[in-house]
């Protein structure tokens, strides 16, 4: 099989599989524990911290594992629910079921929460400006939408919400699901202005359950507190080999970041082409475009075909690939809702295939990918000649 | 009762219903409803005789209870059943299998109330009927102190019989009725992945019907993991349908046919046009005398009294629908109960999108369709599908 769902989920690279075998062997320690192999084992969590931290350019005290991005996310959103009193979040419309399935916890502790308009998977940022008012506790801006690869315009964003602030003197927590820009582009939380920010180590190669929050402000509160590990953030025994081979995965791509980026970017071409050739309709930034967008995803719609059938005849061929959120596909709708929201007409969503790369693809394998798409479209009976 | 060795055989008594009103022709439906049985119950062996409107069911005792329980809840024809123990006709006896008795179902709940209910047909047995019920019936509330006696409308009973042996048993757990399974001869089901089409066949094999299944398949239109679906859906109905054959038609040709050769409005229409055709030329071959669907009144643009004339007007053998006028609740009700529900949800649709038109006709003239289905010229295909029906044997059990 020939896999382009990377944005789903990455096979765990073959260094990070090493490393964990190498913790789980060397360091069976509890780091909580006091005697030898605990502060070994306590040691070796400090160290993937301090690495970890030093790619995202933060303070190692600010760093939290998590079981993966989901978790992180919902740490920050829920802690909403300890204020005394309710008051405002802002979504973008465009943010992974991570984020956006918290409305409903939050509307039933009173909370309101308001969708800010995406426009072809950009937020609004006038949109945001009127939606801001003194009741507005938190905003979730993702950094890289994970259906299409479009990078929101984060810095003027948080501009506008700092400059509200310090007009109204009303602190609002930022927080960015990112997901889906670690490891693939240069993303520091802290110099962007962030307050929070959530990670997902499977997406970069390392192993499924493993993530990280960043997080500087201590308004944060854990979801389960357990034996006070992550400084009381995040309960329950670190799993010291997963992070270890998180933090090698993270490390390995933070290190050939340009490179693996310039390469992925000239992979996507390749397929922008083809789309064209086949007369697919791109829902992703093109690369011509001049706007900002991730090159490791690219969503096309094969109309009037739905997504399903032609990934099934796909699949059947020996290519993985997915139909909108790969997280979602099972919950009817959901990357749907996302598509929608960015705008794009329903016979498209319906027809949205998403074709995700990375650097371990070869141009043989687009070139492959490339021929099996027109083919396919070709045997349903569309395309051009 | 006839004589027969059934030292290491566990006794079963079975009620039957409707059959044991039956006339001239009750030896008929015992006799199906007895292979029925005795069909399911192999390898084990088995014995089962008939006395005064009842089965008695001998089972080798290596033959799980639970195994023999299942098999009468799912066995047509069965209306209640209880497990009996023959024990000597001793005092001692007697109460240990009475104590053993109340541990299980409907008893084992130690709730409610209940009687002792004594025959004695031995009349030289030390013991009169109303000392057995007391005595038995102070072992009843020796074990479940919470439940009480209620001579007149008890919520279970323990029945006892003295005769050559000393026969004991419950209240009955109760059977699913009806009549068993082939006494009414055999239709064809269309089986698709929905809530509806179980239960359709599972009340028609309650009256009698047996049953195979066809279903009609559209890859990659529609999924493997909708296959699946209608196997194990099959699988689930197997007990109740004394087991079957899942047919499966590849109908993506007739499908992209439709589409092409069909004004979008009419696609459904002429889908089930196509498929009461095919279901026809099926039921032929494989001798069956109706087609069974889940269709119920109103339920969608296909379900309309006019479309539903226009589709039994591409039938030439009768259509059954068995839940035309059942609301969808009550469907699901069923459905739940046999076990079907939770599978038919499942996310895998047996019609793709592309196929469905955005306006379908809801209120078709049966000829004007009639027109339309001729022009579209597709009989090859059909008769392609029917020949080329790929055939899945469901068990029993």
């Known amino acids: 099989m020939l896999y382009f769902d990377w944005t789903s989920t990455s096979p765990v690279s073959s260094q990070a599989l090493v490393e964990y075998c190498r913790v789980s062997e060397c360091y069976p320690g509890n780091p909580s524990s006091t005697h030898a192999l605990g502060i070994k084992a306590k040691e070796m969590l400090e160290d993937c911290r301090k690495r970890f931290a030093s790619i995202l350019k933060v303070s190692p005290s600010e760093l939290y594992f998590t079981s993966g991005g989901t978790e992180a996310d919902s740490i920050v959103v829920q802690s909403l629910l300890n204020n005394p009193s309710p008051g405002e979040v802002l979504f973008t419309a465009v943010e992974h079921a991570a984020v956006l399935e918290n409305k409903a916890v939050l509307e039933n502790h009173g909370w309101k929460v308001t969708f800010l308009n995406c426009p072809g998977g950009y937020l609004d940022l006038d949109a945001l400006k009127k939606a801001l008012n003194p009741s507005v506790r938190m905003v979730c801006i993702m950094k890289v939408n994970n259906v299409t690869g479009t990078i929101m315009d984060t810095e003027s964003a948080v501009r506008i919400i700092r400059e509200y602030s310090e007009k109204t003197g009303k602190y609002i927590h930022i927080h960015c699901d990112a997901v889906q820009a670690l490891g693939k582009i240069e993303f520091h939380p802290s110099t962007e202005g962030f307050d929070s920010a959530a990670f997902s180590g499977h997406k970069f190669s390392g192993p499924r359950g493993t993530g990280a929050l960043w997080c500087r402000r201590t308004a944060v509160q854990a979801l389960s507190r357990a034996g006070g590990q992550e400084s009381g953030l995040r309960g329950g025994t670190e799993n010291l080999p997963a992070i270890a081979a998180m933090t090698t995965a993270l490390e390995n791509c933070a290190s050939e970041l340009v490179q693996h980026y310039d390469f992925v970017k000239t992979l996507r071409k390749k397929v922008e082409i083809c789309a064209a050739d086949c007369g697919f309709t791109l829902l992703s930034p093109s690369s011509d475009s001049g706007i900002s967008f991730s090159p490791y995803i690219l969503t096309i719609s094969v109309r009037p075909l739905p997504s399903e059938v032609f990934l099934r005849v796909m699949s059947d061929k020996g290519f993985c690939l997915s139909a909108g959120s790969a997280c979602s596909a099972n919950t009817r709708g959901k990357a749907e809702k996302v598509l929608q929201a960015m705008g794009i007409r329903s016979e498209d969503r319906m027809s949205a295939i998403r074709i995700s790369l990375s650097y371990m693809n070869t141009e043989e394998d687009v070139e492959k990918l490339c021929k099996a798409l027109k083919d396919t479209y070709k045997e349903f009976g569309y395309g051009k000649n | ?397």
């Not at chain 2, 009842?54 to 809840?73: A, G, H, Q, T």
């Not at chain 2, 019907?209 to 909708?226: I, K």
Request: aromatic share 8%.
């Open chain 2, 1 to 397: 009762m006839e004589k027969i060795d059934t030292s290491d055989m566990k006794l079963f008594l079975i009620r039957l219903g409707e059959i044991s009103l039956k006339g001239l022709n009750r030896g008929f439906f015992e006799k199906k409803l007895k292979n029925n049985i005795k069909l399911k119950l192999h390898p084990c062996r088995s014995l089962l005789t008939r006395e005064k409107g009842r089965f008695y069911l001998y089972v080798d005792n290596s033959c799980p209870d639970s195994k023999i329980e299942f098999i009468l809840k799912t066995t047509f024809g069965v209306v209640g059943f209880s497990k009996a123990l023959v024990v000597d006709k001793k005092w001692e006896c007697m109460a240990e299998a009475a104590a053993a008795l109340i541990e299980k179902e409907p008893f084992a709940d130690g709730k409610g109330s209940f009687r002792v209910q004594s025959r004695r047909s031995d009349k030289n047995f030390e013991m009169r009927s109303i000392q057995i019920e007391q005595q038995l019936g102070g072992v009843v509330l020796d074990r479940y102190p919470n439940m009480t006696v209620n001579l007149k409308n008890p919520d279970k009973t323990l029945y006892v019989e003295v005769r050559e042996k000393v026969y004991l048993y419950t209240s009955p757990v109760s059977g699913p009725g009806g009549l068993p399974v082939s006494s009414a001869g055999k239709g064809l089901l269309l089986l698709s992945g929905g809530i509806d089409s179980p239960v359709a066949g599972w009340r028609m094999a309650k009256r009698g019907l047996n049953m195979d299944c066809l279903y009609f398949h559209a890859y990659p239109y529609t999924s493997d993991q909708a296959l699946q679906k209608v196997k194990d859906l099959a699988t689930i109905m197997g007990p109740w349908l004394q087991g079957t054959t899942l047919l499966v038609v590849n109908f993506t040709q007739a499908e992209l046919w439709i589409k092409e050769h069909s004004r979008e409005e009419e696609h459904t229409l002429m889908m089930r046009a196509c498929m009461m055709k095919v279901a026809n030329a099926i039921a032929k071959k494989r001798s069956a005398r109706v087609i069974v669907t889940g269709e119920a009144l109103g339920q969608v643009a296909s379900q309309t009294l006019e479309s539903l004339c226009f589709t039994n007007s591409m039938s030439e053998i009768p259509v059954l629908r068995p839940l035309i006028g059942m609301d969808k609740n009550e469907i699901i009700d069923t459905a739940r109960e046999i076990g079907t529900y939770e599978t038919s949800i499942l996310p895998y649709d047996d019609c793709c999108v592309i196929f469905s038109p955005k306006h379908p006709l809801v209120k078709p003239e049966v000829e004007e369709q009639t027109r339309s289905y001729e022009k579209m010229d597709i009989e090859g295909i059909l008769e392609k599908c029917v020949e080329e029906c790929a055939e899945y044997p469901v068990n029993y059990i």
